[in-house]
């Protein structure tokens, strides 16, 4: 995805928190509900991939999901967490200047943690951790896909215009997914792609969302 696009993407995110603060100036009351339903969408980025051959590239590209928080005290909830994002895969192999396209490829994260907040107002600033895995998922049905452990840290303010709506803005570091002594995305039985050692894929991303809460 290009700069452009992604420098929309930070637009949206502190424009969307600039419009809820002009229209909630008048609302007085702010009660912390039980449970929170945030649906989001923002942008992705990912490092590479060092394989004993080259290095694996993973698309910079958009996501989205949803966030369910349950509350167990005013600053205290559990937070359930899912992140789809379709991307591409390519492959630079080392002393060699070409790259190789290889597939499309789907990433969800599946991952539970907790959330805390640490302002009681309208407007309350939280950080998140959250751990689980990862699924990257080949398009192309000749490949194979790889689940792997990962977590997730991260923060962000969160904006109330009324006692049931709000908005939530956050970055969020996706880290490490750890590979070590394997072959991945294989093909047809064959495992061209190698890491040996132990290596690490990072990723991070930037979202904005409407927090439903009741």
């Known amino acids: 995805m290009t700069k ?3 420098f929309k993407v930070i637009l949206f995110v502190f424009t969307t928190i600039l419009v809820a603060a002009v229209f909630s100036s008048s609302y007085p009351q702010y009660k912390r509900q039980q449970f929170e339903i945030v649906p989001f969408g923002g942008f992705l980025l990912t490092s590479n991939l060092q394989t004993l ?17 349950i ?6 909830l559990i937070e359930l967490l899912y992140i789809h994002s379709e991307t591409g ?15 499309d490829m789907n990433v969800e994260y599946i991952q539970g943690g907790v959330q805390v907040e640490t302002e009681a107002g309208r407007f309350r600033p ?28 991260g923060g962000g303010v969160k904006y ?9 803005a956050q970055w969020r570091f996706l880290v490490p997914i750890y590979f070590s002594n394997a072959a991945i995305f294989c093909n047809n039985g064959y495992c061209g792609i190698t890491v040996n050692g132990g290596t690490y894929l990072l990723q991070y991303d930037l979202t904005a969302g409407l927090i439903v809460s009741f």
Do not use: C, Q
Not at 55 to 61: A, F, G, H, P, R
Not at 71 to 76: E, T
Not at 160 to 168: H, K, L
């Open 4 to 6: 452009n696009n992604f």
């Open 53 to 69: 051959d080259g290095d694996l590239k993973i698309d910079n590209n958009f996501d989205y999901g949803s966030v369910f928080n």
């Open 71 to 76: 509350r167990l005290s005013n600053d205290l």
């Open 89 to 103: 895969v390519s492959f630079k192999k080392e002393y060699y200047n070409n790259e190789e396209y290889l597939f």
């Open 126 to 153: 939280f950080a998140a951790f959250t751990i689980g895995a990862t699924y990257f998922n080949p398009k192309d049905n000749s490949y194979i896909g790889e689940w792997e452990f990962s977590f997730t840290a």
């Open 160 to 168: 109330y215009f009324t006692n049931n709506f709000g908005v939530r």
